[in-house]
């Protein structure tokens, strides 16, 4: 099993800063991710890393704002957020895959973590 703990959201203004964490242990994973879901809507994907390589996966819409990076010696992946924007609002959530292949669905991805609340205020 693999359990992932996430912290770092907020409530943060437009234009503002915000580092997201999510802790893994457990058993050994190739990939992790970080989704969001906004009230009422589907999950959806937002970056992906892969433990080994660093090599990275980033939806269209956070290009250039957002990174993700992994600190293999701490099992522990982040996600900087510069440049929120209200739309960036919603439940973020840790997760990991076994899968050495890119997988940008929910239901592709193996564990998840308990979500964490990013509010953007315009």
């Known amino acids: 099993q693999v359990q992932l703990v996430e912290s770092g959201g907020g409530l943060v203004q437009a234009g503002g800063s915000l580092r997201l964490s999510c802790a893994a242990s457990g058993r050994s994973t190739i990939a992790m991710g970080w989704f969001r879901q906004a009230p009422g809507k589907e999950r959806l994907f937002v970056a992906s890393?892969?433990?080994?390589?660093?090599?990275?996966h980033y939806e269209d819409s956070v290009k250039g704002r957002f990174t993700i990076s992994r600190d293999n010696a701490k099992n522990t992946v982040y996600l900087q957020m510069n440049s929120l924007k209200p739309e960036d609002t919603a439940v973020y959530y840790c997760?990991?895959?076994?899968?050495?292949?890119?997988?940008?669905?929910?239901?592709?991805?193996?564990?998840w973590g308990q979500g964490t609340q990013v509010t953007v205020s315009s």
């Open positions: 997760a990991a895959r076994q899968s050495i292949l890119l997988r940008t669905t929910p239901e592709h991805w193996d564990y």
């Open positions: 890393i892969m433990w080994s390589t660093g090599s990275t």
